[in-house]
């Protein structure tokens, strides 16, 4: 069975055959139909989210249940499903308060590549493969908790489906249960990737008034205004602040998300708000970075700073009411999807992610 495995960092991902042993009591065996290649895979290729290897990547995806452990009850084979990297645990303090995005036992899972037992799925000549958040959807087959296996409706196909594992959940939940946009909003969202575009979609949905859209590449700025945008700003070109200030009567944003995981644009998205607005960090950024805001700007523009993990969301309720979602058509899926690769093409769909050459790459198996 092949699976993308990451052996070292900043080494290209290689296409291998691993071993992939039976699902445990509560966890479901799944047949991977699409994998989405999302920013954070590379972060994680790049060491900036500190993960251990070898590492099958992959956390955006959707399949086919093939068999289920002893005690699984909510999938059963034959399923459709879409696996979401945040697998709550249920027990834990956060989960207790519903707050399933912030599950501390997911989270030591992710961060030890395992599963919750603390072992392994995969394997290499013997030695242990470790499980980007539980999920590793770059592999033909993937092993993983009951709780990341999301049963969904059989008619949307599941390349489509995949996406909403991860950048449709992120970005529109960062709108819709992070900032709670408002109708006839100002919004700014600063870079416009496969995760940033669902931002705008998002405020689109909330009915935001102005969408104003800023990255760095013209490319992706046409992207935006197909998702909703109503202004573009390339940060190459102009002063992103007073453009935004230009954009909403010198008064600044009422939201702003960052979307790309750097201190500096953190930053900017604070900056470009008015008195009282909120700033929804969304982008990943490596944990020894530090942002730099105006101390006095804190008590005298009372503005809001916070951040969002995986759209601060409930993926068993959220992720099929984002497949409702597209099926009314409020939701654009077909238009993220820009090129589909085979699993071996891997590290072509990282470059052409960084060339912005899309704004989704899906492998498809
Ligand atoms: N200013 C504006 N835009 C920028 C800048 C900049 N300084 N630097 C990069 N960008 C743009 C890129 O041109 C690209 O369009 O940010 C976008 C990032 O998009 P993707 O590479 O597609 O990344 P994505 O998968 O959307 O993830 C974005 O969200 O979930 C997190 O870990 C993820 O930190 C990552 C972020
Ligand atoms: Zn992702
Ligand atoms: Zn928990």
Not at 194 to 210: F, M
Not at 307 to 334: M, S, V
């Amino acid at each position: 069975m092949k699976a993308a495995v990451l052996l070292d960092y900043e080494q290209p991902v290689q296409t291998l055959d691993v071993e992939l042993m039976d699902p445990k009591p509560g966890e479901v065996l799944v047949k991977m139909a699409a994998a989405g290649v999302c920013h954070s895979d590379l972060h994680v290729i790049k060491a900036d989210l500190p993960l251990p290897v070898p590492l099958v990547l992959g956390h955006e995806g959707a399949g086919i249940v093939e068999a289920v452990g002893d005690g699984v009850t909510r999938v059963k084979p034959g399923d459709h499903v879409v696996l979401s990297w945040v697998p709550e645990c249920g027990e834990c303090y956060f989960c207790q308060i519903s707050r399933y995005d912030m599950c501390d036992s997911a989270a030591a899972s992710a961060l030890m590549g395992a599963q919750r037992d603390g072992t392994t799925r995969f394997q290499l000549a013997g030695e242990e493969v470790y499980q980007f958040s539980m999920t590793g959807t770059f592999a033909e087959y993937t092993v993983v908790p009951e709780a990341s296996a999301i049963p969904i409706r059989k008619d949307v196909p599941l390349e489509l489906a995949a996406l909403v594992g991860c950048s449709v959940m992120t970005g529109v939940g960062a709108v819709i249960n992070t900032a709670k946009v408002r109708p006839g909003s100002s919004v700014v969202v600063i870079g416009t990737g496969g995760v940033g575009l669902n931002v705008i979609q998002g405020a689109k949905l909330s009915g935001a008034e102005k969408i104003i859209a800023v990255d760095t590449m013209d490319r992706k700025l046409e992207m935006a205004r197909t998702f909703g945008a109503t202004h573009t700003i390339n940060a190459r070109e102009k002063d992103v602040i007073m453009t935004v200030l230009d954009y909403t009567d010198q008064l600044g944003a009422e939201y702003a998300f960052e979307v790309i995981g750097r201190p500096e644009t953190i930053a900017q998205a604070y900056n470009c708000l008015r008195k009282t607005g909120t700033a929804v960090v969304v982008g990943i950024a490596s944990p020894n970075e530090e942002v730099c805001i105006n101390a006095f700007s804190i008590p005298s523009q009372a503005k809001t700073l916070t951040g969002t993990w995986y759209g601060q969301g409930n993926p068993r309720i959220d992720l099929p009411k984002l497949l409702d979602l597209y099926k009314a058509g409020k939701l654009k899926l077909d238009e993220l999807m820009t090129r589909t690769y085979d699993l071996s093409q891997v590290n072509e769909a990282f470059q052409d992610m960084l060339d912005g050459q899309v704004a989704r790459g899906i492998i498809k198996f």
